[in-house]
């Protein structure tokens, strides 16, 4: 089966705030795009990547992950979009032009650099089982309160049926372009297969597979880093 993983990488890392794509930002000297996409290779089960880069940053991005290819695989990358959805429908219409035999499709977030490869194979595999979508999640710790506009509690929903989701998300390739051709938004792309009415399945994400969003993000990986002699991607 061919696997090819999408990874958004077009954003621009406000919240980071180094004035530069976040996915160049690097931790120990490695840019948290290449520990994402050796991530993924490290799993066994993804053949081919493809990079959706801010369109001013393609050749530094292609410069950066081209070593990273291997022997049937390849690295990609196509210029993304304004939104994160935008940048994954692109990366995906390139997938789907360019890779003969695409039938699975993982999303990854770039700024998920730290993810283990066992949750990508856990993915992969769930989706090879004959599930369309599956997502990695994680228990929340935290009550979790709704409130309205002005900031008022509304309701404390149950947080046995809640989950933090993470990426990779895994999809059958004719369900992801069905998603991504209907026009709606959604922060994750499963939000979008739900709304087509496909289920979608959880298997157990990891901590490890945090996206780095602040600085206090930056700095949890670098103890990730620290925790494993440097042995983390
Ligand atoms: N137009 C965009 C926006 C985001 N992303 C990617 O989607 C992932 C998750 O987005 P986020 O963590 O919000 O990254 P940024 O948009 O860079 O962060 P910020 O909002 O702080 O600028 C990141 O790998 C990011 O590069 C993308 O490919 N295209
Ligand atoms: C896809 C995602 O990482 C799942 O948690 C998340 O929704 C991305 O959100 P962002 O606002 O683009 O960072």
Do not use: W, Y
């Amino acid at each position: 089966m061919g696997v090819v993983a999408l990874v958004p990488a077009a954003g621009r890392g406000e919240r980071l705030g180094f004035g530069m794509p976040k996915a160049l930002v690097p931790v120990d000297g490695v840019p948290l795009l290449v520990r994402a996409v050796r991530g993924l290779l490290a799993s066994g089960r993804v053949g081919h990547v493809v990079i959706a880069a801010p369109p001013s940053d393609v050749d530094t991005m292609n410069a950066c992950t081209a070593p990273l290819a291997q022997a049937g695989g390849a690295v990609h990358v196509v210029a993304g979009g304004a939104e994160r959805s935008d940048s994954v429908r692109l990366a995906l219409e390139h997938a789907l032009r360019e890779i003969p035999d695409t039938s699975i499709v993982l999303v990854h977030d770039a700024a998920r650099a730290f993810t283990p490869p066992e949750v990508v194979r856990a993915v992969v595999d769930a989706v090879a089982a004959g599930h369309p979508a599956v997502i990695p999640v994680l228990p929340v710790a935290d009550t979790v309160k709704q409130v309205d506009a002005d900031g008022v509690v509304v309701a404390t929903p149950d947080r046995a049926l809640l989950r933090v989701v993470q990426t990779p998300q895994g999809f059958d390739a004719r369900v992801l372009l069905r998603a991504h051709g209907s026009g709606l938004r959604a922060t994750d792309d499963a939000g979008l297969v739900e709304r087509l009415g496909v289920p979608v399945v959880t298997v157990p994400g990891h901590q490890d597979a945090m996206k780095v969003t602040t600085r206090f993000d930056l700095a949890v990986a670098e103890a990730l880093l620290v925790r494993s002699g440097g042995g983390a991607r």
